[in-house]
């Protein structure tokens, strides 16, 4: 059984994740670029400015450019929707912020010409719920970046247990 911090961190989790941008280095116009990055290069960056959006709190942007066929699926199983994660959202009442990320171990797989990144990453959030600092540990993450209307958008993720 979920408890309610669980579901909370879960949404927190898909609001700081399930954000896909477009970055100049990364490409625009009607065909994605590597911007002469490599593909775990490109993947950091493109999760790097989605982390920055959220700190930013820029939720519309966020909520804006999730791919219309996103998926989050969670450790236990569970997954949401790109529409039932913002129904879900959209009723919370708790308080979130993120104050930091550590991303590491990005290994990447690259197809311009389909449009698609596909990354594994561990990544730890530093956010800030109700006004009390939470330290998250790393956790493994494996997400798919697609090439839409001229952005990077995400398109789906998943996430595991935290590291030990």
């Not at 708790?94 to 690259?110: D, F, W």
């Amino acid at each position: 059984m979920m408890t309610r911090m669980h579901i909370k961190t879960t949404l927190l989790a898909a609001a700081l994740f399930g954000s896909g941008v477009a970055l100049s280095a990364c490409g625009s116009g009607d065909a994605p670029s590597d911007g002469g990055l490599t593909p775990n290069e490109q993947a950091q960056q493109i999760i790097e400015a989605n982390q920055q959006m959220a700190i930013d709190e820029d939720l519309d942007a966020v909520i804006n450019s999730l791919a219309p066929e996103y998926v989050l699926m969670r450790p236990d199983g569970t997954s949401l929707t790109r529409d039932e994660w913002i129904a879900e959202l959209e009723k919370e009442e708790t308080e979130y912020k993120l104050a930091g990320y550590q991303i590491s171990n990005v290994e990447a797989q690259r197809d311009l010409e389909a449009g698609v990144i596909v990354a594994s990453y561990n990544m730890a959030l530093d956010v800030i719920i109700d006004g009390e600092e939470i330290d998250g540990k790393p956790r493994p993450f494996l997400s798919t970046f697609i090439w839409q209307d001229g952005d990077w958008k995400w398109a789906s993720e998943a996430y595991g247990e935290p590291l030990d």
